[in-house]
């Protein structure tokens, strides 16, 4: 499977910006993907995350109520809204997929995801 991240780019404070994956080489409409985010000198730290096919989108308490991860099976795209954006959402931002389900638990962990886009840088001026 093949990533490709993109929508990135230098806004505002509490402006919004839309990001888009979209997976190639295989269906994702069973497998978990996630987000996730790298700010510089930092770890790569968990954004959001689903199993596709049912069941709830996980977010970060960081992010939780302005971003919002969705998908379109036609497409094999996912989607990150993100509004209100704030000047530490500033990172480089990883979509990221797995073989197949992952459980609850584990649907955080970066470890748990086969497959990363290349990032796309998202950068929020105050």
């Known amino acids: 499977v093949q990533l490709q991240a993109f929508g990135g780019g230098l806004v505002q404070a509490g402006d919004s910006l839309r990001l888009s994956c979209a997976a190639s080489g295989r269906t994702i409409v069973n497998s978990a993907m996630g987000w996730f985010r790298q700010a510089p000198g930092k770890e790569r730290e968990f954004v959001a995350a689903?199993?596709?096919?049912?069941?709830?989108?996980y977010y970060a308490d960081s992010v939780k109520g302005r971003f919002t991860m969705s998908r379109n099976n036609a497409e094999n795209t996912v989607y990150l809204q993100m509004n209100s954006l704030k000047p530490e959402d500033t990172a480089l931002y990883y979509c990221a997929g797995a073989r197949g389900r992952v459980i609850i638990s584990n649907i955080r962990n970066r470890t748990a995801y086969h497959y990363w886009g290349q990032g796309t840088q998202v950068t929020v001026s105050s």
């Open positions: 689903k199993n596709w096919g049912g069941g709830i989108t």
